[in-house]
């Protein structure tokens, strides 16, 4: 069972309608919180044939079936051929990034027939909800309309934002929050992670981020290291180390560090880099704080188009190469 203390007031107040559930629920929070996992935990109880308490029994059929990820009843769509993991940092720097409405389709055809366990749920599965594209979102919303019987829709979303809102008004929201610090920190140091409270605030206080970040902590602070040479930062040799973290982390290391940048600048406070307060504090004697603020709109506009198939490399040497050029 993968379900975590923090999530536990959101589980109740799910089961505790488990038997005139909605047709579609919609968990919605920032990536770290561990949605997904509270996702699959969830569609394992309700398919569950004999479910203790409120959880999966985890050893009959319907368990086995799910522990194979084959289970019948259940199906996961989410952008082909990605990591399914909300809270992983992406590995690959080129893969698709939407979710098709050939996938869609396929999920109708799936729908018209009966389930495989007479008057159990079916649990349709969409991770990241935000990435279906205009084609699938409406196809998707025409199920919502008219939903089949028995059929759960569970989307999961880092950015409910960029939903149509027709799709969200016929969902129920669940908001799955962040724990507190000290339940994070508790939690990651149960993991075995050092260096706990400098990774969890590097992760903004989301704690599977902070532990992905700890496997990646050496890579990270060697990329910090290079950002803190300012001007004498060699765009052309480490853009290939930042794009081994995946372009969307890099991007996002990258926007960690202007954000610091700009509000050691402004209040002398560090959020994400409080090890590196003396580079921070060197850099902003020389920064130029328009072209500081304008190098953060391109970095946003960039995180945009993170996944489009174009050379990551290049993009990150421009961005990189526009980086050295914000200081005087």
Known sequence: MIMYSWQSQQWQHIMQQRKN??????????AGAGKQDFAIELS??????????THACGVCASCG?????????????SPEDADTNEDAPKKKTTKKSQISVAQIRQLI??????????????????????????????????MLEEPPAN???????????????????????IDMPLPSKAEALNWLNAQGVNNAEALLDYAGGAPLAALQ??????????????????????PFTCASAFLALGMERAIDTLQKWIFDLMSYKLTQKSRYHAQHIKALQALCKSVNLKALISFQQKLYDAKKMANHPLSNEMQLENILLHYTRIFN
């Open 44 to 53: 394992r109880s309700l398919l569950c044939r004999a479910p203790v308490y």
């Open 21 to 30: 559930l909605p047709h579609a629920l919609l968990l919605r929070g920032g």
């Open 65 to 77: 079936w799910f522990k194979e990820m084959h289970h019948p009843d259940f199906r996961l769509i």
């Open 213 to 234: 970040a700890s496997e990646d902590g050496d890579a990270i602070v060697a990329l910090i290291n290079q950002l803190s040479l300012g001007a004498q930062l060699q």
């Open 151 to 173: 059929t759960l829709f569970l989307l999961v979303s880092n950015q409910p934002q960029r939903l149509l809102a027709t799709i969200t008004s016929r969902c129920q929201a």
């Open 109 to 142: 055809d799936y729908l018209s027939l009966s389930s495989h366990q007479v008057n159990h749920h079916r649990v349709i599965l969409i991770s990241p909800a935000e990435t279906l594209n205009v084609a699938s979102a409406n196809a998707l919303l025409k």
